[in-house]
């Protein structure tokens, strides 16, 4: 009599699917068969070329201004790709050219968007965009004041701070390329911060990340994003004491609290 | 003031901390602090003044200040004087030299513990190739349990880490399942929650605890999430073996973590009242790390490694199970490449065991570091030589959920494999009770074992 029932190693085949982890690769001897090993190598060689590959900025630039955008470029104190990965501090600062490009731009400002390659130019060029022209598109029906777009090169997220504080802007979103995974070379984090100056730290900042097609939507993300904007603007804080409780809101419900803010 | 003159040319060195960070092999993190040498002769320079300084300098100079760092006051105060007495009188040269020496065995060197401080540790792993890091470390063992004998002689351990983006339950269940089916797991079977969230956390650790139940498997499991989650949940009675938590080798990298002493002494106090282990009471899990003290700017100018070495100073107080380095995860302006994050495990891997930690590491690199798995596999090859405890075990060696590469399932067996070791004995035998090994104890081809049904009919 036929049994349709799934057996053990069926079910150990649907597990599979429960997580993009690579589980029940095949085996040759105790090592793994050579398709599995050049797959992780080819992942890894992708992974590679995502930090080393540098933004196209003036494509980005383009489609920015082109949009109706304003948009100004700067840059970090970080001359080349070995001293942005080997001193952060010089990724965090603008370089002395860039803030005096910067200073007569200053002005009151809500919120300023900073987008930097990070460590994954993939990442800013494919998702950058996207989520902007979502958050946007909210903010243009409401009283924000929003600063010019600045786009850094071989920025880190706390260069946000320098740009922020130079601008003079309450708040300061930085879109960057993260570091990259094995499974995801193109993912984008959005950092917040309130009230940008130079010395602030990773615990006064609310984060967004993995930031693409397979992680969180560009939809998602400008939900999620508009509605810590409008938090801190309301708390006037961004940090551990600003939780994202943005999925209990239905998004309607952003407008409403910018309203009251 | 430290000075010595090689070949015409005098070098100085204005206090300890500094000819300390001098003397040590190079990486990017000194030279990002601005305290490594800054010449190859310099580094040398400062190693022979290193080798000829005695080992009591180290009770009379604290590099970081005893009246404002609860970690050197935790260091000094702790130290056994008879201990220390078998080589109170020598050189840190001759330190290295008494290490290396025949008549230094394990019980020597097991006497010796607490008779040495991390910044000895430090200053004779400054002098030592790697190859003398090895031969060291592999005449100690420390031994530690809970449900099962961590740390013998010819066993290597495996953490299976099986992470999820989401906390995904059925996600995280296959790839433990995975894990298990490899042999890996008898460290422990620990996820880092994706969220601290103590729901999810609370819902981890019993999906955790069912599992190991299901199958009868002689280990511990665990949620790497904060030590102050991680109390509130066993106030909540969640099932709990081992409390986790990062730790840092100065107060203010401590405070960085959100964490003191204290909390780590309450933690371990509440997991011992639980008393789930078995055969032992080692209920605390540390992870490490060279250069978080400097990422958190908390390093007083002393240098990563020194640093690192009093982390251990600090791990050593709580009787931990696990210990372990996570030595390339923190990225390339602390370790550059595959060359210094093998230094720096080494490095860890002897101070730890010196100390008398069961040191293990997380044989790791990030993709903006110059390393590859072809460096993974040379330093896990490395570690197991010089005896580590246990190593991570990761599905692919490719963590989906922490975004960097460290060590498989299959490289543990693999490395079990060519240099003849086994998992710990209550879990060897586990495996050939429940068929996932044959009578010399390797691995069935194609094993899925009748025991694992009832899981999978639930998955």
Known sequence: ???????????????????????????????????????????????????????????????????????????????DRRSFLLRPDLGRKLDDDSREHL?????????????????????IARHALPVLERALQSLGQTSWKIAPIVLAEQGR???????????????????????????????????????????????????????????????????????????????????VDLKDEADTLPSGELRAIDAKS | MYATTIRGTSYRFPDLKTLMAKATPLRSGDCLAGIAATSAAERVAAQMTLADLPLSVFLNEALVPYEEDEVTRLILDGHDRNAFAPIASLTVGEFRDWLLSDAVDEDKLAALTFGLTPEMAAAVSKICRNQDLILIAAKRRVVTKFRNTLGLRGRLSSR???????????????????????????????VNPASDSPEQCYELLSLLDELRETLSIPTQSCVLAHVTTTLQLMERRAPVDLVFQSIGGTQAANTSFGIDLAVLRESREAALALRRGTIGDNVMYFETGQGSA???????????????????????????????????????????DGKQITRAALEDHFCGKLLGLPMGCDVCYTNHAEADQNDMDDLLTLLAVAGVNYVMGVPGADDIMLNYQSTSYHDVVAVR?????????????????????DARGELQPLALPASFAPLLERA
């Not at chain 2, 990563?304 to 709580?318: C, D, I, K, N, S």
Request: charged share 20%; glycine share 8%.
């Open chain 1, 1 to 79: 009599m036929a049994d349709d029932r799934p057996t053990p190693l069926d079910k150990i085949s649907m597990l599979r699917s429960a997580t993009p982890a690579r589980i029940f690769l095949p085996r040759a001897g105790p090592a793994l068969t050579t398709r599995a090993t050049l797959d992780f190598q080819l992942a890894h060689a992708e992974a590679r070329d995502a930090v080393e590959e540098r933004l196209d900025a003036d494509r980005l630039f383009n489609a920015l201004t082109s949009r109706g955008l304003t948009a100004v470029r700067v840059k970090s104190a970080a001359r």
């Open chain 1, 103 to 123: 200073k007569p731009l200053a002005g009151d400002y809500d919120l300023v968007f900073v987008i930097a390659e990070g460590l994954s130019a993939r990442a």
């Open chain 1, 157 to 239: 997220v706390a260069l946000g701070d320098d740009i922020g504080e130079t601008l003079g802007a309450r708040l300061v979103a930085v879109f960057i390329g993260e570091r990259p995974g094995l499974s995801s070379p193109d993912s984008m984090g959005v950092y917040l911060t309130f009230a940008p100056r130079v010395g602030r730290t990773d615990a006064e900042r609310n984060c967004l990340s993995n930031i693409r097609p397979q992680g969180l939507s560009y939809a998602d993300a400008a939900h999620k994003l508009l509605y810590l904007c409008n938090e801190a603007r309301r708390r006037q804080l961004t940090g």
């Open chain 2, 160 to 190: 299976i880490q099986p992470n999820h983006p989401t906390d995904d339950a059925r996600g995280v269940l296959a790839s433990a399942i995975d894990g298990l089916l490899l042999g890996n797991g008898d460290a422990v079977i620990g």
């Open chain 2, 294 to 336: 400097l990422s958190a700017s908390a390093h007083w100018n002393c240098d990563q490694q020194t640093l690192e070495a009093r982390a251990y100073g600090v791990a050593r107080m709580f009787d931990p199970l696990l210990v372990n380095t996570v030595v390339g995860f923190i990225g390339p302006e602390y370790l550059f």
């Open chain 2, 417 to 437: 494999r060519m240099l003849n070791l086994a998992p710990a004995p209550e879990f060897a035998q586990w495996l050939a009770d429940v068929g996932l090994t």
